[in-house]
C-alpha cells in the first residue's frame, strides 16, 4: 500500500477552524477516491466517513459536515486537505486519511470503509466548548 501522512489536528474552541493535510506518497492512480474519516470520541459510535472527493473532482460529504467542512487536493502536491469551520465539541475525535485506488464509488464511498487500501495514522482534533 501507500504511505498517507497527516498533519494539522489540535485542540480548538467551538465555532473555530482547524486545516487537516494528507500527503500521499503516490496519486498516479488514473481512478480513486480520498477522503476523511474520523472515529469520534464516543467510543459506542462506529467510525464515520467525513468526506470525500474523486480523481476527478466529484466529492461527497458527511450530512454533519456540509457547509462547515470543505474537502480539496492539490495533485501536484499529493496532497489532501479538509478546512473544518464553524467546529463543534461534537467533531471532535481522531480524523483518519483514507484512499482507494484504482477504482471509486463515489456515492458510497462514505459508508463502505471496507473498500479503503490505505489509512493515515490519524490526527486528533478536540474541540472545547
Known amino acids: 500500500g501507500l504511505q498517507l501522512t497527516e498533519v494539522g489536528g489540535g485542540e480548538v474552541q467551538a465555532g473555530g477552524s482547524l486545516r487537516l493535510s494528507c500527503e500521499a506518497s503516490d496519486m498516479t492512480s488514473t481512478r480513486y477516491c480520498m477522503g476523511w474519516y474520523r472515529q469520534l470520541s464516543d467510543p459506542e459510535k462506529p467510525r464515520e466517513g467525513v468526506a470525500v472527493i474523486d480523481s476527478d473532482g466529484g466529492i461527497r460529504y458527511a450530512d454533519s459536515v456540509k457547509g462547515r467542512f470543505t474537502i480539496s487536493k492539490d495533485n501536484d502536491k499529493n496532497t489532501l486537505y479538509l478546512e473544518m469551520n464553524n467546529l463543534k465539541p461534537e467533531d471532535s475525535g481522531i480524523y483518519y486519511c483514507?484512499?482507494?485506488?484504482?477504482?471509486?464509488?463515489?456515492?458510497?464511498?462514505?459508508?463502505?470503509?471496507?473498500?479503503?487500501?490505505?489509512w493515515g495514522q490519524g490526527t486528533e482534533v478536540t474541540v472545547s466548548s
Open positions: 483514507a484512499a482507494e485506488w484504482d477504482s471509486c464509488l463515489l456515492d458510497w464511498w462514505l459508508h463502505l470503509s471496507t473498500r479503503i487500501d490505505d
